[in-house]
């Protein structure tokens, strides 16, 4: 159920037992609330079955895993949905992939560092294009363990991670990179 409180929604689950009705109404009564509605049951699998249409570039194909029907490119990625940000979907990615794409058809690259790498996509990308070597970073306490995961669930190998902001570890100092 769901009911607004001076411009505040809250939504409270309930177990559809005899006491539901009597709980709404203490509520209605205590917060002098007029309107509560009911949230309709979703089916969230279905719902994220049906979402995960993939993203598709010149040469990767990339979806969260989800939905086996998606078409395969020359490099398939799985990135699924996690607490750091990168699953291709936002435009900022899609944009990047695609940049990575065209410049490397123009240059190769073999020293790369992905600032701000979230779930790794970025990275991931770089290893499957066979840049030699591609040093990742984030401030994100959640990024490390979901990069390591995406690096594993796309066997990857080869893959280095640093927690800190910028390039203020020391093993990045004096590092230099043909594509940051």
Request: net charge positive.
């Amino acid at each position: 159920y769901s009911f607004s409180k001076k411009k505040i929604n809250i939504e409270i689950i309930l177990r559809n037992s005899e006491n539901d009705s009597f709980f709404l109404n203490l509520i209605r009564k205590k917060f002098k609330i007029k309107k509560i509605e009911e949230i309709t049951k979703k089916n969230w699998v279905l719902k994220n079955l049906k979402e995960d249409k993939g993203i598709f570039t010149e040469l990767f194909s990339i979806s969260r895993g989800l939905n086996p029907k998606i078409k395969k490119s020359r490099f398939n990625l799985i990135v699924p949905a996690q607490m750091a940000f990168g699953t291709g979907e936002h435009q900022s990615t899609l944009l990047a992939i695609k940049n990575i794409e065209y410049i490397y058809k123009k240059e190769k690259f073999c020293r790369c560092f992905d600032l701000g790498t979230g779930s790794g996509i970025l990275t991931l990308i770089l290893k499957k294009l066979k840049c030699n070597l591609v040093l990742s970073s984030d401030i994100d306490i959640n990024s490390e363990k979901i990069f390591y995961k995406n690096g594993k669930r796309n066997n990857i190998n080869g893959l280095r991670f640093f927690f800190c902001n910028n390039f203020q570890d020391k093993a990045l100092r004096k590092k230099k990179f043909d594509l940051i």
